[in-house]
């Protein structure tokens, strides 16, 4: 596909080293379930679904001894992830996190996500892969650093498995017993996360877990930028701005955002960084 829009039947066979002829019918009975898509026009030619790379990540995942199965219905659904509830071989219950780049639009994709970098032509699905392989990098430095994230556990294409964390999106949370103490966590995390290496770039009130207790769980992590970025201070200011806005406007925190945020990143990075 790299080369491709649809790829030949002639192409697909001298790959695999298989016959054209069972290729095909092969191939016809992947595209009537829906995990190839098949085109007729100068020639037949074939192009694998997010359905089909769904299944290549989890055949992957299941051989690895990572996941035993599952849930038909998603936990949850964003606008670039679909996330499960999985089951060890262990029996362990953990969070099945399918990116879906394909959501948004390609260029509102570009402007926002680094790791899209200057290609020119990048298909949904290795753009998905590229997101999936991202978070898993940065929960990956973040976790032993001890910044509350999902513990990750494996990933595959677009695919990553974390620890399954219960909560509800701040967003959603209709009380805070105490909302100060909430901000004041939240803000410790993303401290910890900047002295880790590794800045969010698109903290809100919808990437983060509250938890029974009102413990902040930070997730959403395929967009991060390095602490060494050059738009690091812009963008963990633009973090923590929108943080401390968000507390201001929904529990009307006495907060002065601008100097609070000033305050912040006077300490954490220094006035001349």
């Known amino acids: ?8 039947i002639r192409e697909i066979a001298r790959l695999s080293g298989l016959e054209e002829d069972f290729v095909e019918q092969r191939l016809k009975a992947l595209n009537s379930l829906g995990l190839v898509q098949r085109r007729k026009g100068a020639y037949t030619g074939f192009i694998l679904t997010s359905r089909g790379y769904d299944c290549l990540a989890l055949n992957a995942l299941v051989k690895r001894g990572v996941l035993e199965s599952v849930s038909a219905a998603p936990l949850g659904v964003g606008k670039e992830a679909d996330v499960h509830i999985g089951m060890t071989p262990g029996g362990r219950e953990v969070a099945v996190k399918f990116h879906r780049a ?3 639009s390609f260029r509102g994709i570009r402007l926002r996500r680094a790791y899209v970098g200057a290609r020119e032509h990048i ?3 290795y753009m998905s892969r590229l997101a999936a392989k991202n978070e898993f990098e940065a929960l990956r430095i973040l ?9 990750p556990v494996d990933w595959n ?3 990553v498995v974390t620890e399954l964390v219960r909560g509800i999106e701040l967003s959603e949370v209709p009380h805070l017993e105490d909302p100060e103490e909430v901000l004041t966590k939240i803000l410790e995390e993303v401290e910890k996360a900047f002295r ?6 698109d903290l809100s009130e919808y990437n983060i877990i509250v938890t029974e207790d009102e ?3 930070i997730f959403d992590w395929p967009q991060w930028v390095s602490a060494s970025h050059p738009s690091a201070r ?8 929108v943080v401390l806005k968000f507390f201001k406007r929904k529990y009307h925190l006495s907060l002065e955002v601008e100097r609070e945020a000033h305050s912040f990143l006077s300490r954490v990075v220094g006035e001349g960084a």
């Open 157 to 159: 294409r677009h695919v």
């Open 196 to 201: 880790a290496g590794v800045i969010h770039g």
């Open 215 to 217: 413990k902040p769980v």
């Open 102 to 104: 394909g959501r948004t």
């Open 234 to 241: 812009l963008l963990l200011e633009r973090d923590v701005l």
């Open 123 to 125: 298909s949904w699905l």
């Open 1 to 8: 596909m790299s080369r491709f829009m649809y790829v030949p």
């Open 143 to 151: 976790s032993p650093e001890g910044v509350a994230v999902p513990r």
